[in-house]
């Protein structure tokens, strides 16, 4: 059975159709998705290793390996590190954040204004990180650059 995307799932939910024929229909388009599995399904995507993702992320290996296991959740700013390290998109981001638990980057708040311009222009984690000192922003390494 197909897969369906976001917005046919919407659009069968909106049709005048029973739940229990759109349950059959969409069903397997309803199964949650994991932060792991978006996590391992994006490092294909991109065509990463994992060493990868971890040097230009600035992670440890034993930690990068803990998040992407699932062992280990970690904070909004590692996600962050995370979504640069692996090239993400804003929009790829978003729902890391999401499935991580964090709050999504909010265009009104002028550091995650800054993060959003740089991964929107598929900048580096070190070229964010220039242009949040050059704001005078707090920066995404914290005192530990292993955490």
């Known amino acids: 059975m197909k897969t369906l995307d976001t917005g046919e799932l919407m659009q ?25 599995s ?16 971890m040097i230009s992320s ?8 803990q998040i992407f296991e699932g062992k280990r959740r970690a904070g909004r700013d590692v996600m962050l590190r995370i979504a640069f390290g692996m090239r993400l998109s804003v929009e790829e981001t978003q729902r890391l954040l999401t499935l991580s638990g964090n709050s999504i980057l909010y265009p009104k708040v002028r550091r995650d204004a800054a993060l959003i ?23 995404l390494y914290g005192e530990n650059r292993n955490e």
Do not use: C, N, W
């Open 12 to 36: 069968l939910l909106q049709s005048k159709k029973s739940f229990e024929h759109i349950i059959s229909v969409g069903e397997s388009s309803m199964k949650p998705l994991s932060l792991e």
């Open 58 to 65: 600035g992670l440890s290996k034993s930690y990068i390996y």
């Open 117 to 139: 311009y740089a991964l929107d222009k598929k900048g580096t984690l070190i070229e964010a990180e220039q242009l949040l000192e050059e704001l005078d922003e707090k920066p």
């Open 38 to 53: 978006f996590m391992e399904r994006k490092r294909q995507e991109k065509g990463l290793t994992i060493p990868q993702v």
